[in-house]
Nanobody
Framework: QVQLVESGGGLVQPGGSLRLSCAASGSIFSMYAMGWYRQAPGKPRGLVATITSDGSTIYVDSVKGRFTISRDNAKNTVYLQMNNLKREDTAAYYC??????????WGQGTQVTVSS
């Protein structure tokens, strides 16, 4: 059973940066496109960045040019580098598969708060 553990969130001022990590147990991690999702209070969880098994990336418009998703299959880890953070990026961030199979069990997420 794959477990996902997100980390790296915190409180940051507008314009600041954070790097999120998602460690996945299980050797089949590299087979699937993985994504970072976020959920703000009162809003549904949404996909913001995707990385395919071959390293292609897709972003929602609101984070293009500011966020970078990457993966290290040898470490079973997905990263999200977030630069020029805005208040509207405040949310709990989660990783999970983006396509190819049903979601794994959701991890606990990591909270990102952008505030001055």
């Amino acid at each position: 059973q794959v477990q996902l553990v997100e980390s790296g969130g915190g409180l940051v001022q507008p314009g600041g940066s954070l790097r999120l990590s998602c460690a996945a147990s299980g050797s089949i991690f590299s087979m699937y496109a993985m994504g970072w999702y976020r959920q703000a209070p009162g809003k549904p969880r949404g996909l913001v960045a995707t990385i395919t098994s071959d390293g292609s990336t897709i972003y929602v418009d609101s984070v293009k040019g500011r966020f970078t998703i990457s993966r290290d299959n040898a470490k079973n880890t997905v990263y999200l580098q977030m630069n020029n953070l805005k208040r509207e990026d405040t949310a709990a961030y989660y990783c999970n598969v983006a396509s190819g199979r049903p979601y794994y069990a959701w991890g606990q997420g990591t909270q990102v708060t952008v505030s001055s």
